[in-house]
């Protein structure tokens, strides 16, 4: 052991060999119980989510059984939301997901922003509804035949990718297995 001076000028001597729970040691331990704890609590969030969408995937549909709407193929989307799907794609470095649609009959295409049916794009892998419009961005006004709009969902976990596939939900019907550029 070696000594230093106190304050009063008389020599202590320093102990070696233990740790000081102050400044750097308790940082570490905190930081590493917040990160501990983090995993634990997304672990937890996670099979919790997970064990939700079971029921959708049991049911033969990606699309959980609350956003379900009637299945319908790509050609037939028109006659029920009055809209064709021009293109999903994964944009903003993937933390976007922009939906293009061209407008087939834009009386039924006014049922897009039904608070009943809103939009949603849900990935087929994970079951996840992804349905929050970009700053809650929806068209206001009259659609016109012929004109492609958009929609731009946020993307969270950037859970759809490229190559994906996923259920488009618009108006009144579901279009699935629509790929992801």
Request: aromatic residues 4%.
């Given at each position: 052991m070696s000594d230093s001076p106190d304050r009063g000028g008389t020599t202590v001597p320093r102990r070696r060999g233990r740790w000081r729970w102050g400044g750097r040691h308790a940082r570490l331990a905190g930081g590493l119980t917040g990160v501990v704890l983090a995993i634990a609590l997304t672990g937890i969030a996670l099979s919790t989510w997970r064990a939700s969408t079971d029921d959708a995937e049991t049911a033969g549909s990606p699309v959980p059984a609350a956003w379900a709407r009637p299945v319908v193929d790509a050609d037939a989307l028109g006659q029920h939301s009055g809209v064709r799907i021009t293109r999903v794609?994964?944009?903003?470095?993937?933390?976007?997901?922009?939906?293009?649609?061209?407008?087939?009959?834009?009386?039924?295409a006014n049922s897009l922003h039904d608070e009943d049916t809103p939009p949603a794009v849900v990935d087929e892998q994970t079951g996840l509804v992804v349905h929050e419009l970009l700053m809650n961005h929806s068209h206001t006004g009259a659609y016109k035949t012929g004109v492609t709009y958009y929609l731009v969902f946020e993307n969270p976990g950037n859970w759809i990718h490229r190559g994906g596939r996923v259920s488009v939900l618009l108006g009144k019907a579901q279009v699935e297995h629509v790929a992801v550029r």
């Open positions: 794609a994964v944009t903003g470095g993937g933390g976007l997901v922009d939906l293009r649609f061209t407008v087939v009959d834009p009386e039924l």
